[in-house]
């Protein structure tokens, strides 16, 4: 790789730099200690629900091999390194007395990333809900965030004496639309609309959690959702309403009630949601800060008359696109777009905004002997990176960006099939072997001290 192939790009001043990784997808030893079942668990095992029939065993096994992580954050260089916890691992059935194993290997984690000078950013919920709460009901049961309530004052209370910066919930709209409209994702529910109780109660336990954590020294609180930027297919009215819901249902449907307190319009759906009293208040606590985790742009057409959903998915013109093909487009304006129109509909109610995710997968071998040259990942990054120096020139308050992903790992219902790490990871011997893609990294934060 040569500097001529990266793009000309600029980079934010003073942002901190940071990887990502998830419990579920790098720490393989699904059943030592006393781990107990999630609904990925369930999801994996199910044949056919995989793409490549995998289980995520080994992959990069980091319940055994954290200190190579740490050693590679190191190297890397990083100001923080957001990990998830497992919910399963610390409380197995998502009920009672936490697991002493599971707690113990957080507390190796945390501390010697500390010792090694990286901030511990961890995720509480990373979508590894316990299978036990599932079968309850999960997220449609209003009695899954009081549960969310319990794990986090038992995560709190162990850890938060030394980590003081924390995600409480990871994407609620793929698991509220992935997972429980359309079955893509665990836990394979195809509710279609009958999955927005799922929403509010996603939301509810984020504002159980806030409670928790700030009750037990934390500092730094927010919730992280997958957003994008939606444009409609063509400029018709069909269109435009069409890309209007998606919208909605993609984007405002979950930053509106942290931000502002309330939920928008919802009657194009026909659907309430089931509020309390003294719901909205928790779940609009204010945040410290807004995570965004960004892919691509979605292009929307006005679904077929008859269809069961008002829009549809469409290639966007003209866009190369990653790995998973032509509904993944690579469009860095597309972040600085929509980090300058969250400015502008939530004004002052915006906090700092941090990127949570940001990365592409591209085709690669499943085992190497040497570096590879993954031009296309470091051309992706240099341009978002870009992107989100661009949003900041017009005002946009971003604090830290965050490639996704440390490692390669199980890309949940893709299997071992889509690779998104800095790193390589033979996902059977799990040897790691860093790419291209992690010396530019470290080259480019080591150029920013």
């Known amino acids: 790789m040569t500097d001529a192939s990266i793009p000309t790009f600029h980079v934010p001043a003073g942002i901190r730099w940071s990887a990502a990784t998830a419990a579920f997808q790098v720490e393989g030893a699904r059943t030592a200690d006393g781990r107990g079942r999630s609904i990925w668990d369930d999801f994996v095992d199910t044949p056919g629900r995989v793409l490549d029939g995998s289980t995520a065993e080994p992959g990069p096994e980091s319940y055994h091999r954290a200190a190579e992580d740490i050693a590679l954050l190191r190297t890397l260089g990083v100001d923080r390194y957001r990990f998830s916890i497992s919910w399963v691992r610390v409380q197995p059935d998502g009920v009672g007395a936490a697991s002493t194993a599971g707690i113990a290997y957080y507390d190796r984690l945390v501390d010697g990333l500390l010792e090694a000078g990286i901030t511990p950013f961890p995720t509480l919920y990373h979508w590894d809900l316990p299978s036990m709460l599932e079968a309850e009901g999960g997220w449609l049961a209003r009695d899954t965030a009081e549960r969310f309530g319990e794990y986090s004052t038992i995560v709190a209370q162990a850890l938060g004496d030394r980590v003081k910066n924390w995600y409480t919930i990871n994407e609620p709209v793929s698991t509220s639309l992935q997972g429980y409209a359309i079955g893509e994702l665990a836990p394979g529910r195809q509710l279609l609309f009958g999955c927005l109780p799922t929403v509010h109660h996603q939301l509810l336990a984020h504002g159980r959690a806030v409670a928790a954590l700030r009750a037990n020294g934390a500092q730094s609180v927010g919730i992280v959702n997958n957003h994008t930027w939606v444009r409609p297919a063509a400029d018709t009215d069909a269109d435009r309403t069409a890309a209007h819901l998606y919208d909605l249902i993609h984007n405002r449907l979950f930053a509106d009630p942290v931000l502002t307190g309330s939920y928008p319009d919802l009657s194009p759906f026909g659907a309430e949601m ?165 010396e530019w990294y470290r080259a480019l934060i080591a150029g920013t001290r």
């Open 274 to 438: 089931p509020v309390q009293d003294g719901d909205m208040q928790a779940i609009a606590a204010a945040s410290d800060f807004y995570g965004v985790n960004f892919y691509n742009p979605t292009t929307i057409a006005a679904a077929p008359e008859g269809a069961p959903v008002p829009f549809v998915q469409v290639p966007t013109p003209g866009a190369k696109h990653t790995g998973f093909g032509e509904l993944w487009p690579i469009e860095p304006a597309a972040l600085t777009a929509f980090l300058v129109d969250a400015k502008k509909r939530y004004g002052d109610a915006l906090p700092p905004i941090i990127i949570g995710e940001n990365g592409a997968s591209f085709p690669e071998p499943d085992k190497t002997d040497s570096r590879i040259d993954d031009t296309d990942r470091v051309s992706y990054a240099a341009g978002h990176i870009s992107a989100v120096a661009d949003a900041v020139a017009q005002g946009v308050d971003i604090e830290e960006y965050t490639v996704w992903s440390l490692l390669d790992n199980f890309e949940w219902a893709e299997g071992f099939t889509q690779r998104f790490g800095l790193v390589h990871v033979d996902q059977e011997t799990s040897v790691r072997t860093p790419k291209a893609s992690f």
